[in-house]
Antibody, heavy 120, light 107 residues
């Protein structure tokens, strides 16, 4: 059973860079679309983007200028960096597994989520 | 971006009720639509993909259907474990987008 687990600092100062890592266990990272999704407190879900095991990425245009994703297949991990953060980036950040299809991706496995707060 | 709307935003129902949640896309998304269930403090859980395919392990009381740009999630007989918020998500166009959610409450 594939499991995902986010790790990160919990608190980031405004204008700094947020860094999160997702560790995949119980399966290989060498397929599927490894995805980040966020949810501000009390609000809905926002797709941030995905990275494939080859390093190919696809980002939400609303965040593209500030987002970088990377993958480390040797550690079965993938990561998110979001620069120049503001209070609007405060959210629960989820990593998820995107299922390949002729369309895009639904998400069949999720991490438990990690709350990241932007505050000085 | 494809805009997703859901109705109602909140639904009050009793155990055993048949419940229907609607989701509408602002443009054609073919059948590339998923439904998720989310409970407080938990990650979303995939229920339905490709509009009507039941995810493995999900009870058969959940079903999905589509008619053009209108999609429906039906719970045939609401169970205590089903009180949660439900989201639709389109994955026909980038960026993938979610509906605002429908909260199913105990009546």
């Amino acid at each position: 059973q594939v499991q995902l687990q986010e790790s990160g600092p919990g608190l980031v100062k405004p204008s700094e860079t947020l860094s999160l890592t997702c560790t995949v266990s119980g399966g290989s990272i060498s397929s599927h679309y490894w995805t980040w999704i966020r949810q501000p407190p009390g609000k809905g879900l926002e797709w941030i983007g995905w990275i494939f095991s080859t390093g190919t990425t696809n980002y939400n245009p609303s965040l593209k200028s500030r987002v970088t994703m990377s993958v480390d297949t040797s550690k079965n991990q993938f990561s998110l960096k979001l620069g120049s953060v503001t209070a609007a980036d405060t959210a629960v950040y989820y990593c998820a597994r995107g299922v390949p299809s002729y369309g895009g991706n639904s998400f069949d496995r999720w991490g438990q989520g990690t709350l990241l707060t932007v505050s000085s | 971006d494809v805009q997703m709307t859901q109705s109602p935003s909140t639904l009050s129902a009793s155990v055993g009720d048949r419940v229907t949640i609607a989701c509408r896309a602002s443009q054609s998304i073919n059948t590339w639509l998923a439904w998720y269930q989310q409970k407080p403090g938990k990650a979303p859980k995939l229920l339905i993909y490709q509009a009507s395919s039941l995810e493995s392990g999900v009870p058969s009381r959940f079903s999905g259907s589509e008619s053009g740009t209108e999609f429906t999630l039906t719970i045939s007989s609401l169970q205590p474990d089903d009180f949660a918020t439900y989201y639709c998500q389109q994955y026909n166009n980038y960026p993938f987008t979610f509906g605002p959610g429908t909260k199913v409450e105990i009546k």
